[in-house]
């Protein structure tokens, strides 16, 4: 099947500053990605859908300018935390399609990203 | 509004029993209906997906049944495993379920 990855696999970061998570699809062009968020124990939230060379749709509730996403190529997509707090600590996974603007295909879940926030 | 209700939240199933997980939609318009199986620390893994024009699918031990009028769809694993203990979520339109944490014992 296809293949995501993500970048960094694990993060430490001092409260106030910016961390960049890098996802990528790796066989396959992504015209679609998506930035999930997961509490332990808990359910994936959905965060926003990138279409590539568009802006990002956020949920509701998800803090656009904190949460910067960037879908430059059809097979990167990045999430910055902006001035990271410690509440924003979580796990993060990205996931892929390859037919732009649809839910009816599989999605690709990359390995996902540890952030803690000190 | 919760896109996707998923039950039980919890289940223990000794081995070679049968694992049932139940979803529900809201959306009439979803059309494609995935299970996914997640490790801890891991991302999630699509197990077995489903579109509204069949009302089963089975792949090996895993099979999803859907009915489309009452707007369900359940996961069955038969002859369950230990190696199966995990979390499983089922999902539509990109919304994910609560899921269920199973638990096959020995």
């Known amino acids: 099947g296809a293949v995501v990855s993500q970048h960094p696999s694990r993060v430490i970061c001092k409260s106030g500053t910016s961390v960049k998570i890098e996802c990528r699809s790796l066989d396959f062009q992504a015209t679609t990605m998506f930035w999930y968020r997961q509490f332990p124990k808990q359910s994936l939230m959905l965060m926003a859908t990138s279409n590539e060379g568009s802006k990002a749709t956020y949920e509701q509730g998800v803090e656009k300018d904190k949460f910067l996403i960037n879908h430059a190529s059809l097979t990167l997509s990045t999430l910055t935390v902006t001035s990271a707090h410690p509440e924003d600590s979580s796990f993060y996974i990205c996931?892929?399609?390859?037919?732009?603007?649809?839910?009816?295909?599989?999605?690709?879940f990359g390995p996902g990203t540890r952030l803690t926030v000190t | 509004q919760q896109q996707v209700k998923q039950s039980p939240q919890s289940l223990i199933v000794q081995k070679g029993g049968i694992s049932i997980i139940n979803c529900a939609y809201e959306?009439?318009?979803?059309?494609?209906f995935p299970w996914y199986q997640q490790f801890p620390g891991k991302g999630p893994a699509l197990l077995i997906a489903i579109r509204p024009d069949v009302s089963e699918k089975k792949e090996g031990r895993f099979t999803i049944s859907f009915n489309k009028s009452a707007k369900q769809f359940s996961l069955h694993i038969m002859d369950s495993q230990p190696g199966d203990s995990a979390t499983y979520f089922c999902a539509a339109r990109g919304h994910f379920g609560k899921g269920t944490s199973l638990l096959v014992t020995p």
């Open positions: 996931s892929a399609i390859s037919h732009g603007g649809s839910y009816s295909y599989e999605q690709y």
């Open positions: 959306n009439t318009a979803f059309d494609y």
